[in-house]
C-alpha cells in the first residue's frame, strides 16, 4: 500500500496531467489541533463538453476517508468531500488520496488535502526514549513531564492504551508519565507505531501521545539496524547480504522472512565461512519501487525464540540520470526542514522591552483598541510557521497563550523579514500582566522568541 500511494502521492502533487479535461483543486483544510477529523471537500472542474466520472476513489490511510465517486457534468463542477483524521500529525500535514475517471489517457488521477496541526503542549513529538536496551540486565526506566500553555490546569487525566510489553504510570503532579519496558519487549528498533496513549484535560484536543523509541538486544541481532542500502540506480539488481548472528554464539533457526513497506523479498543463507550462532539474509529491493527514499522493514521470523527480529531497511532509488552529490544529504532530504527548524537562530531572538518601545521595520495602521500593543519585527522566518502571545499575571507564571488564531507569518525581501502587531483586547486597564512572544515552526515544534516582559495595561 505504501509503495503504491507513494509513488501517487509524487503524481498528485505534480499537478494536473497536459491536455486533461478534468481540473483537479487539493483542498486546504487549514489549521487544526491533533486527532481532529477534519472534513475538507476536493474540488474536480471539468473543461470538457461531456460528463467525467470518477470511481474508485480511496484513501492513503485507513483511519482517513473519501467519498467512492462522482459524475463531474460537462463545463461544471463536481465536489469528493474528503475526511482526515489528524492524529498525531504535527506540523504542515499532507494526506493523498486517488482515483479512477473515465476520461481517455488520466484514468489514474488523485489530489491531496493539506492541513497544520498543532498540539496543545509545549513538546515537540514527545518521546520516551529508553536508549539501547539489553534484555538480560536490568531494565531501564523513564520519564517525561508533560507541560502546556494552552490549557489552565493541564493534567493527563488517563492512560488509554499502551504496548503490552510496557509498564506505564500517571505521576501524582498530574503531568508525568513514568514507563519501564518488560522482558517481553520487541527485539530490534522500536520507533515506528508504538506509543503511550493518553487522555488529556484540552477542551481542543482530547488525546496526546507519546512515542517510545528503544533498540532492544535480545539474544539474535543484526550486524546494523537499520541496515544501510545506500544508494540504488533503476535498470540493475539490488541486493544486499544482512548479517544476523547469536550473541551467545548459538546456533538459530530462521523461519519465515517478510519484507513490509516497500517491494522485495528475502531468504537465508549459510554465512561464509561457516560460523555458529550465524547466518546470512540476501534482501533483493524490486527495481519498481518508487523513486527517492525507501524505508522497508526485513522480518525475521526465529521460530525456537518464539521471537520476530525486524531489521530496518533504509536507501535511495534514483534514475541512472540523476545527478548526486552527497549519499548521506540524499538519504535525509525528506528530513532536513525539521532538523534545521529545531535550531534556534539568535538572529530571531529579541528584546520584548525594545519592541513595545519602538515601531516595527515598516510603518503600519496602529489596531484600533485599548490593550497592550505589542510590535516586533523578525529576518529569517523561511521555517516559521506562525506566532502565539502568552500571558501570566505574574513573572513567574504560569504563562497561557491569549491569542486564539495563530498570527501567520509574512514575508518581504531576501532575508523574508516580518514585522508585526498585536493587540490583548482582554487585558483589564490598570493591571499589570507579563507577555512573551512564542514561535511555531512548519513542522509543529515550539520555542520562545522573546523572554517574559512587564507591562501595564492603560
Not at 304 to 331: A, F, Q, R
Request: glycine letters at 8%.
Amino acid at each position: 500500500m505504501l509503495v503504491t500511494f507513494g509513488l501517487f502521492s509524487m503524481l498528485a502533487a505534480a499537478g494536473d496531467p497536459p491536455n486533461a479535461r478534468l481540473g483537479i483543486l487539493p483542498c486546504d483544510a487549514g489549521e487544526h489541533y491533533q486527532f481532529e477529523v477534519v472534513d475538507c471537500p476536493i474540488e474536480l472542474r471539468n473543461a470538457g463538453d461531456k460528463p467525467i466520472h470518477v470511481s474508485q476513489a480511496k484513501a492513503r490511510f485507513p483511519w482517513d476517508s473519501i467519498d467512492t465517486g462522482a459524475t463531474v457534468p460537462p463545463k461544471g463542477v463536481a465536489y469528493l468531500n474528503a475526511k482526515v483524521d489528524l492524529r498525531n500529525s504535527e506540523g504542515r500535514t499532507t494526506r493523498a488520496f486517488r482515483f479512477t475517471t473515465d476520461e481517455p489517457n488520466h484514468a489514474s488521477r488523485g489530489s491531496e488535502v493539506r492541513a497544520f496541526a498543532m498540539s496543545v503542549l509545549d513538546q515537540a513529538k514527545p518521546t520516551l526514549d529508553f536508549g539501547a536496551v539489553k534484555l538480560d540486565e536490568t531494565l531501564p526506566e523513564r520519564s517525561i513531564t508533560l507541560s502546556s500553555r494552552e490549557v489552565k490546569d493541564f493534567r493527563v487525566t488517563a492512560i488509554e492504551s499502551k504496548p503490552e510489553w510496557l509498564d506505564a504510570t500517571i505521576g501524582k503532579d498530574g503531568r508525568t508519565i513514568t514507563a519501564r519496558l518488560k522482558a517481553n519487549a520487541p527485539w530490534g528498533l522500536i520507533h515506528h507505531d508504538d506509543f503511550v496513549k493518553l487522555k488529556i484535560n484540552a477542551p481542543q484536543q482530547p488525546s496526546a501521545w507519546i512515542a517510545i523509541e528503544a533498540q532492544v538486544v535480545g539474544d539474535v541481532i543484526s550486524d546494523g539496524n537499520p541496515f544501510q542500502m545506500g544508494v540504488m540506480r533503476t535498470g540493475g539488481k539490488h541486493e544486499f547480504l544482512v548479517r544476523v548472528s547469536s550473541r551467545t554464539g548459538k546456533d538459530f533457526d530462521i523461519g519465515k522472512l517478510d519484507v513490509t513497506r516497500i517491494k522485495g523479498t528475502a531468504k537465508s543463507e549459510a554465512c561464509v565461512p561457516a560460523a555458529k550462532g550465524c547466518q546470512l539474509i540476501r534482501v533483493e529491493v524490486a527495481d519498481d519501487n518508487p523513486l527517492g527514499k525507501l524505508e522497508g522493514v526485513l522480518n525475521v521470523d526465529l521460530p525456537k525464540l518464539g521471537k520476530v527480529l525486524p531489521i530496518e531497511l533504509v536507501g535511495m532509488l534514483l534514475s541512472p540520470e540523476t545527478k548526486i552529490h552527497d549519499m548521506n544529504e540524499l538519504i535525509n532530504q525528506q528530513t532536513q526542514e525539521g532538523s534545521q527548524s529545531r535550531a534556534t537562530s539568535a538572529a530571531q531572538s529579541m528584546d520584548l522591552t525594545k519592541a513595545l518601545a519602538t515601531s516595527v521595520k515598516k510603518e503600519m495602521p496602529v489596531l484600533p483598541g485599548n490593550g497592550p500593543l505589542l510590535k516586533w519585527s523578525v529576518a529569517h522566518q523561511d521555517v516559521i510557521y506562525g506566532y502565539v502571545i502568552y500571558r501570566a499575571d505574574s513573572e513567574s507564571g504560569p504563562f497561557l497563550r491569549v491569542n486564539k488564531q495563530t498570527i501567520p507569518v509574512v514575508g518581504e525581501g531576501d532575508d523574508k523579514s516580518g514585522s508585526y502587531q498585536w493587540r490583548d483586547d482582554s487585558a483589564e486597564s490598570g493591571k499589570t500582566y507579563w507577555y512573551s512572544i512564542g514561535v511555531i515552526n512548519r513542522n509543529g515544534s515550539r520555542q520562545d522568541l522573546t523572554g517574559a516582559q512587564k507591562v501595564t495595561a492603560k
